[in-house]
């Protein structure tokens, strides 16, 4: 049973840390790798105030999903600001150089949590909930492009925002065994031009 958030400042810190530590560890661990007290170790927190917040290791990690997702957010800033094929350019592109930095490719935080997780009913809605959040501004720059005539008439914006993302994530993890950021460019550079071909469908019927 998930509690409810602290009232109190202090208590939402508290929350926060242990969480955080969660995420960190389950990240490099793994969710079964990672055990409750070594998240008390890490967050420099008491059994007593782990339970206060957090029914059992499950709602811990229903909370880890959703501050995994807060981090690919703001690692993806240009998320926000989707608006037309230049800036779903821009967002891919800016993606692939945030891979080409010191210590890329990188794993995915939400995506090692889906990989680990994606068996157990317990998880896979909070999960499902994620990956349709990540995905929700590409789908509205899409469904923008498309009332304006940009795309085809028959583009689906929910189905090619899921593309954009799938390329992304399968990208991600071809990139991360190769120790190569090539393929998440050759997926990610793929799925925007197929977006590129719609929206060139779309002009040419205009």
């Not at 810190?13 to 409750?36: K, Q």
């Not at 070594?38 to 909370?63: C, M, N």
């Not at 997702?69 to 993606?95: F, K, M, N, S, Y």
């Not at 990989?115 to 720059?141: M, S």
Request: proline share 5%.
């Amino acid at each position: 049973m998930t509690k409810e958030l602290p009232r109190t400042a202090k208590g939402r810190r508290t929350r926060a840390a242990i969480v955080d530590a969660a995420a960190t560890m389950m990240y490099s661990r793994g969710v079964a790798g990672t055990t409750i007290d070594d998240v008390l170790t890490a967050s420099e927190t008491g059994k007593s105030q782990l339970y206060h917040y957090f029914s059992d290791k499950s709602d811990l990690v229903d909370a880890v999903i959703v501050r995994q997702l807060e981090r690919v957010l703001v690692a993806q800033p240009l998320l926000a600001h989707i608006e037309g094929l230049d800036d779903i350019d821009a967002w891919a592109e800016d993606v692939v150089r945030a891979h080409e930095q010191p210590g890329g490719p990188f794993a995915c935080p939400l995506g090692s949590l889906a990989a680990e997780l994606k068996n157990d009913p317990a998880f896979v809605p909070a999960l499902n909930a994620a990956f349709r959040t990540w995905a929700e501004p590409l789908e509205r720059g899409l469904r923008a492009m498309t009332e304006r005539g940009e795309l085809d008439v028959d583009t689906d914006p929910a189905a090619c925002a899921s593309m954009l993302i799938a390329a992304l994530q399968g990208g991600m993890l071809l990139a991360r065994i190769t120790g190569d950021v090539q393929p998440l460019r050759d997926t990610l550079g793929a799925a925007v031009d197929s977006i590129r071909r719609r929206s060139e469908r779309g002009r040419a019927k205009r």
